[in-house]
């Protein structure tokens, strides 16, 4: 006969069994971070039975924790922030792993006596899938590894090619371009004569299929922003630094003598209107 109690008098019995017919007992659904007392008695057929033998003593490991935060398959996670999960009970550290694979071979981040319920990260790629886990500690030992969740990383923000920033006498009919963004599926363009880009606005285009973005019609010797941010459809990156540029000076209008003139003084003036900014 075995049974298990969680006092030593054995008056609150969670294991009673009276008919086992070997040396063992699988026991579960006990609870974490308990102390448990047990002892066993050996019958006979007959009916004769030994006194229970002396009473030894185990306690459970820790709970698993339960993860929060970034939640699980979650995307366009930033590249520094904070791990978090739920406190446990009678937990005095915890055991933090960051990696890029599901068996935790390539580990990138981890602190194995985290004393808080947060872990600090930093320094991660961009558009890559991260794996973490936790486990609970105390002076007893180490319960279980939570259940393991991932997320994806931001996209980077493109990085800008032509207009070069700062750039003059740039035409007024022209392309904006930039580099790539692995993981993207399009890219969101934005053209103003304001940095602020609430004014001004020239282009706001949110679905550019390509690395590329015509413009035209614009005015000559003024001052133009833009800026590309990559997307896919988990995820919006960030602005990229915004460029600027100065369009070219328009070319003189002729005015006298008027074009096909006739009959005009050997001598006299040839005017033109004034372009701004000449």
């Keep these: ?90 937990a005095t550290a915890y055991e933090v792993q960051l990696a890029t694979d599901m068996a935790f071979q390539n580990v990138v981040g ?28 105390n002076a007893d030992g180490a319960g279980d590894y939570s259940a393991v969740w991932s997320f994806t990383s931001v996209l980077p923000s493109p990085t800008l090619q032509s207009p070069a920033n700062n750039s003059i006498s740039v035409a007024t009919n022209g392309f904006m371009s930039w580099v790539s963004v692995t993981g993207a599926t399009a890219y969101e363009v934005m053209l103003a004569t304001t940095m602020e880009f609430t004014d001004g606005v020239i282009i706001n285009d949110a679905n550019v299929a390509t690395a590329t973005k015509a413009y035209a019609g614009l005015n000559n010797n003024t001052v133009y922003y833009w800026k590309v941010r990559a997307k896919n459809t988990n995820c919006t990156g960030p602005w990229s630094n915004t460029f600027n540029f100065e369009t070219v000076l328009a070319a003189p209008v002729l005015a006298t003598p008027a074009n096909n003139a006739l009959n005009i003084p050997v001598a006299g003036n040839v005017t033109w209107n004034a372009v701004n900014g000449a």
Excluded: H, M
């Design 110 to 137: 981890q602190n194995l006596n985290n004393s808080t319920t947060s872990f600090a990260y930093t320094g991660l790629n961009n558009n890559t899938v991260y794996y973490w886990r936790v486990k609970a500690k």
């Design 1 to 90: 006969q075995l049974q298990i109690a969680t006092d030593a008098g054995f008056t609150s019995i969670v294991v009673n069994q009276a008919s086992l017919t070997t040396n063992s007992y699988a026991f579960s659904g006990l609870n974490y971070n308990t102390t448990y007392y047990w002892r066993v008695k050996a019958k006979a057929n007959a009916g004769d039975e030994s006194a229970f033998s002396s009473t030894f003593i185990f306690k459970t490991t820790v709970n698993a924790p339960i993860l929060n935060t970034p939640t699980n398959n979650s995307f366009c996670v930033d590249l520094s922030g904070n791990l978090t999960w739920t406190a446990v009970a009678g």
